[in-house]
Every structure is written in structure tokens, then in C-alpha cells.
């Protein structure tokens, strides 16, 4: 996961260790056929359709992409994700502690897919804040979203009855430090994955998650 660091007025974004695991090839180069690719991930198993897209997420992260195409494929991916994870709680949420070992492997893989989200979002961050005119339009929106996936692993965390790690926290409070210093902390987007999620903003998402 992208490593996000607030120092007083500044943001500093740095990768994290990489994994030594290849990648699979990335299927797709744009949202449209990102968006194809996921119509076949609900033909799949759980446990195959965890696989493909988890290893399409790492592929997207190594790829050299236009920042705002890696919003818009990370948009696409984002319902997969969530709908992936619904099937994922239902092995986990609310079970009897301690875990089971059919219990946490499916906690471990549903925080790799919110990670790995994760990733591209936090990835769009360094463009950001050099002022990438092909993101301007959606700084709001693009913060908003990785709001939401932080909200998404705390919710994890707490469906599965665990603490939430300390970086997940830091990188969700930088977040939302990022978001007041680029002035869009209240500016109103619309979010399809949130309950009458017309108008809500990185600040209603931020206090949700806390």
C-alpha cells in the first residue's frame, strides 16, 4: 500500500517495500474494457474471482498509466470490489473468536482487496499535488474515493472483531488532511456505492469512517 505522510502544510507520498510475487498481465489498458473484464469476474467462484482481480489490481499498480485513466479503471474496479467483499463477510462477519482458519483467510483477502484499491487511488496522490491539470476536475471526487476504501478496512477490521493497524489509520487521517489543504474537504460529489450518496463529501466520509 501507498504510504501517505502529512508534515505540517506538506504531503509526502512514497511506495512501499514491493512484493517479490509477479503479476499477472494486465487485461485491460482503459475503463471500458476494465469495465468488460469485471462482467466476467460474476461467472466466477469466490475464491477465482478473489484471484483474478486481486492479481489485475497488483498489474494495475505496476502499469504506466495517465493518472485519471487509473481513476476512472479504479471507479470501474471499485464495484467488483464491493460486491466481492459482501461475499467474503459473509464467511466472517459477526463469527465466534478466536477465528477459524476458513474465517481469516477470508479476512486476510477481503483487506488485500481494499489494499489493493487502495493503491491506485493513493497512487493518483503525487500528480495531485503537482497540480496535474487532468485531475483538477476531480480532486474532490478522487480523495473521496480513498476515503471510502479506508472506511471499507475499518469496517473490515470491525465486522471481523480486530483492531485497526495503526497505518491504516495514519493513511486515512492523511487523506483527509490532503483533502482540507487542496480546499475540497466539503465539496459535494455523488458516490453510488453510499446510502442517498448525492452531496456527500471527503468530510461526511472521513466521519464515518472514524
Excluded at 504510504?3 to 482503459?30: C, D, K, Y
Excluded at 476531480?138 to 471499507?152: A, D, H, N, T
Excluded at 442517498?196 to 472521513?206: F, L
Aim: hydrophobic content about 40%; glycine content about 6%.
Amino acid at each position: 500500500m501507498t504510504e501517505i505522510t502529512v508534515q505540517n502544510s506538506e504531503v509526502q507520498v512514497h511506495a512501499a517495500g514491493q512484493s517479490t510475487t509477479m503479476a499477472p498481465r494486465l487485461a485491460f489498458a482503459e475503463s471500458e474494457s476494465a469495465a468488460k473484464w469485471a462482467k466476467t469476474l460474476l461467472l466466477m467462484p469466490v475464491g477465482t474471482a478473489y484471484k483474478a482481480l486481486v492479481g489485475q489490481l497488483q498489474a494495475l499498480a505496476g502499469a504506466d498509466l495517465p493518472p485519471r485513466e487509473r481513476a476512472k479503471i479504479a471507479e470501474t474496479l471499485r464495484v467488483p470490489v464491493s460486491h466481492l467483499h459482501t461475499e467474503l463477510a459473509r464467511r466472517y462477519a459477526g463469527r465466534p473468536q478466536p477465528e477459524e482458519e476458513r474465517e481469516t483467510e477470508a479476512i486476510d483477502q477481503a483487506v488485500a482487496l481494499w489494499q489493493a484499491l487502495w493503491e491506485q487511488y493513493s497512487t493518483c496522490l503525487k500528480p495531485l499535488l503537482e497540480g496535474d491539470p487532468d485531475l483538477q476536475g476531480i480532486k474532490s471526487k478522487i480523495l473521496q474515493r480513498g476515503l471510502f476504501v479506508g472506511k471499507q478496512l475499518v469496517l473490515v477490521h470491525g465486522l471481523a472483531r480486530r483492531g485497526v493497524p495503526v497505518p491504516i489509520w495514519q493513511e486515512l487521517h492523511a487523506y483527509y488532511r490532503l483533502a482540507e489543504m487542496l480546499d475540497c474537504a466539503v465539496a459535494s460529489v455523488t458516490d453510488d456505492q453510499m446510502p442517498q450518496g448525492v452531496g456527500t463529501s471527503c468530510y461526511s466520509m472521513y466521519s464515518r469512517a472514524l
